[in-house]
């Protein structure tokens, strides 16, 4: 049952991601780049990580996929030109992805303490135990300060953001929708 | 229990519950008409049947016999898929609401839930937000200004909202300290009515925002501002027709009956009893298994009932009124409520 989905998704996956390189209109890439990251979701589910799962949807597939989309829409942005880039890139390219590829894999696998996982087996050892309260041990416990400077630094960047959209002597219109004197 | 027989009531559940929430659908639409009807002092649909009550039948019968045009600028596959999208996600949020009392069927069997599963609550977000695809896309792919303004306006006011909305239920769960939808409700169900989280639970605030987010996060009045007919011309759906139309027409109702669950759930005791232990327990299996539902459906009912009562009573919300609610009041009330909620729940 967990194989059969497994390769269900994983094939999904995989269409959906030659699907994004394939299709020349940005819309429908961006279509694919969503069922690609809720395939992904539905992955980390198979594995027992059913908090990274539903996190991947809200976060990747709900928010940032919505921002990418609105983005295209906003600039109605037409079809892309075909090029065919240079034939190194192509001939030395592919081999070294898949090279790549396999030497990462085989090193991940060889680990210690990280290894092959199993389907439908949880990721923590105790039974029962929701792997949301483990995560949150580690977040908020163990890696507390990590944690905390990271979101001072998503702070930091919106700040830059808007200080960046914010051009010098613009004005800022009010409630009441006319620019403020 | 086998897999097969676990598989053959599964089923049974998906199958009912579909077909209960798509009935509640046409008849929240009734309900809306007629509500809506004595709110501007007329009658409302009263022809069809009894007190008009077969209307919603005559009115899908019309969906389905209209002539289903496709305009010949639009970008198709996208144009078919966007209301598919928009009622799936509608009709999908409900597999993890429970509606009942828990292992009534056999050998403790989940009869009045779907899928009973620890991180429910934010299944329900997760589908929440990808309903928005079904509003962006349909008006992208329609080719037409208004229906172009309309999604984006909708994207925006979405994402907006869901941040509130979000961060309104982080109280609930604080509280509760699980995102099981049914651990939620018996947290709060003690001493019934007195410990809702809206109640004795102090979330009160929280209840407010979700409110506010919620009628923004359906698209309803007075935050229709994606349809808003009388600028836009319809908005995202102005090139849907027949039941293409029907189906935006129905994500629409349904995801107002999702909201109203997940308040049920979340500040209203659920399918619990408001008495608590003031009425004795009941022998009977039947009305035992009955009971949690009336009281579950009834609640719900006084949440559409609400959602109605608003869009009769208020007028539309200009767009920068409506951004500046959203971020300047709402998100800033809710971190506050959640600031509150933390330190209360740690000097306890």
């Known amino acids: ?181 | 229990m086998t897999i097969l027989a676990f598989f053959l009531w599964s089923l049974l559940k998906v199958a009912v519950v579909t077909v209960v929430m798509l009935m509640g659908i046409a008849y929240t639409v009734l309900l809306e008409r007629k509500l809506v009807g004595r709110i501007q002092n007329r009658w409302g649909p009263s022809r069809v049947g009894p007190f008009g009550l077969l209307q919603p039948l005559v009115d899908g019968a019309k969906s389905f016999l209209k002539e289903d045009l496709i305009p010949t600028a639009v970008y198709r596959p996208v144009y078919l898929l966007a209301p598919i999208i928009s009622l799936g996600c509608a009709l999908i949020a409900i597999a993890v609401v429970p509606f009942g009392a828990p292992a009534m069927g056999p050998r403790g069997f989940d009869l009045f839930e779907i899928s009973n599963i620890n991180i429910g609550l934010l299944v329900i977000l997760g589908i929440t937000s990808m309903g928005v695809y079904g509003i962006a896309l349909a008006g992208w792919s329609s080719n037409n200004k208004y229906s172009l303004l309309g999604s984006l306006r909708s994207s925006a006011q979405l994402i907006s909202y869901e941040l509130a909305l979000g961060l309104s239920l982080v109280g609930v769960v604080l509280r509760a300290g699980s995102l099981n939808l049914r651990t939620i409700v018996d947290q709060q169900a003690t001493l019934g009515a007195a410990t809702w989280n809206i109640l004795g639970g102090g979330q009160i605030v929280a209840f407010f925002i979700y409110l506010m987010a919620a009628f923004a996060e359906t698209n309803r009045s007075p935050f229709d501002l994606p349809e808003a007919e009388s600028e836009l011309t319809g908005g995202y759906h102005t090139e849907y027709s027949s039941m293409k139309f029907a189906m935006f027409f129905m994500a629409e109702y349904g995801n107002m009956i999702n909201v109203g669950c997940v308040a049920t759930l979340l500040f209203l005791g659920g399918w619990t009893s408001p008495l608590g232990d003031l009425m004795p327990p009941l022998q009977s299996t039947l009305i035992n298994a009955l009971l949690p539902i009336f009281w579950f459906v009834i609640k719900v009912f006084g949440f559409l009932c609400l959602y109605v009562w608003v869009r009769g009573t208020l007028p539309r919300f200009r767009y920068d009124q409506l951004m500046n609610f959203g971020w300047r009041f709402l998100l800033p009330l809710a971190i506050l409520n959640i600031v509150g909620t933390s330190l209360w729940l740690a000097y306890r």
Not at chain 1, 58 to 68: C, E, H, K, R, W
Not at chain 1, 84 to 92: C, E, I, N
Not at chain 1, 93 to 111: H, K, M, N, Q, S
Not at chain 1, 139 to 146: A, G, M, V
């Open chain 1, 1 to 181: 049952m967990h194989l059969i989905l497994f390769f269900l998704f994983a094939g999904f996956c995989l269409a959906g991601a030659i699907n994004l390189l394939m299709q020349t209109h940005p819309i429908n890439s961006a279509l694919s780049l969503i069922v690609v990251m809720t395939s992904l979701a539905v992955l980390y589910l198979l594995l027992g990580a059913e908090f990274l799962a539903i996190a991947q949807i809200i976060v990747y597939s709900g928010a940032v996929m919505v921002l990418f989309t609105f983005v295209v829409m906003l600039l109605n942005a037409g079809r892309e030109e075909r090029t065919l880039g240079s034939h190194a890139a192509t001939r030395v390219g592919f081999p070294a992805v898949v090279a790549l590829f396999a030497v990462l894999a085989t090193i991940l696998i060889r680990a210690q303490g990280l290894g092959a996982a199993r389907l439908g087996e949880g990721l923590s050892n105790a039974p029962g135990q929701s792997n949301l309260f483990l995560l949150s041990q580690v977040l908020f416990h163990d890696l507390l300060l990590p944690f905390e400077v990271t979101s001072v630094l998503i702070l930091i960047a919106i700040l830059g953001a808007v200080a960046l959209a914010h051009v010098e002597g613009s004005k800022i219109p009010d409630s009441e929708g006319t620019a403020s004197k």
